[in-house]
């Protein structure tokens, strides 16, 4: 059985570095050195599963999103538990696309602790578009570097009321969760789903603005705003 989050919460306040302490009580420093990580596997609420593709529709906003786990990995260092160690992470591809056409390519770092379940995020590449050209690469960031450090972007565990930092990147990416709501059931165009969870994201460097995501059982993301699934498919990795 893995370890409640609120164990991993307990445990990791006790052990915040100093002036580590996560703003409005949001768990901000883990103890990364009690993980063996998989770039490969699933929690209950989360799924890296390679070839995976998941596909969302706003209709009204004419906004679609793929989100696909690619094949390939990618290696990232930092230290940990005061030694350099190489993590081996999945990549969770988003292709963001608007009424005008592509808008935003991203590459999400991810793993998952062995012990915990719970889906560290290491980073991310972005691309931003304007007119199928490359214009900005506004809120990527990378643990290990410029005072980066790994996030939780979904636990093994869920407790309702739960706050941790997802992003850990003083001035660049800073977004932060709360476990707002549990057994919901949900009905979307890819199919019914019950015992799904929602997650309130926050973040410091944009006040006031907020995002609400639903995460059903054996899928993963079903709702991210006004995106609702409708498809669960598999997806040719992409280079280009």
Same mark, same amino acid.
């Given at each position: ?55 969302? =529709? ?14 390939? !990995?990618?290696?990232? @260092? ?24 592509? !808008?935003?390519?991203? !590459? ?6 062995? !012990? ?17 050209? %490359? ?32 992003? %850990? ?43 609400? @995501? ?15 699934? %409708? ?5 040719? =990795?992409?280079?280009?």
């Amino acid at each position: 059985m893995f370890p409640t989050i609120a164990r991993l919460v307990l445990g990791a306040a006790l052990l915040l570095p100093l002036g580590a302490v996560a703003q409005a009580d949001f768990t901000s420093s883990f103890r990364l050195q009690d993980c063996r990580f998989l770039a490969r596997g699933a929690n209950p609420h989360f799924v890296l599963e390679p070839g995976r593709q998941l596909s969302y =529709e706003d209709e009204e906003e004419g906004e679609t999103l793929f989100i696909t786990v690619l094949e390939r !990995k990618q290696s990232i @260092k930092l230290p940990i538990g005061g030694r350099m160690r190489t993590i081996r992470t999945a990549i969770l591809e988003e292709r963001e696309f608007d009424a005008d056409g592509l !808008k935003e390519i991203s !590459k999400n770092f991810l793993a998952i602790c062995e !012990k915990t379940g719970d889906v560290f995020y290491f980073g991310e590449d972005v691309d931003i578009y304007e007119d199928g050209e %490359v214009v900005s690469h506004d809120g990527a960031w990378r643990a290990g570097r410029n005072g980066a450090q790994p996030g939780i972007l979904m636990p093994g565990t869920f407790l309702l009321g739960s706050r941790y930092a997802q992003e %850990v990147a003083p001035g660049v990416a800073q977004d932060q969760a709360e476990h707002s709501a549990e057994g919901l059931e949900v009905e979307t165009e890819a199919g019914a789903f019950r015992g799904c969870v929602e997650v309130t994201e926050t973040s410091p460097l944009d006040p006031g603005a907020e995002s609400t @995501k639903v995460y059903c059982p054996g899928v993963g993301l079903v709702r991210d705003n006004d995106l609702e699934l %409708v498809e669960i498919g598999e997806a040719e =990795e992409d280079d280009d």
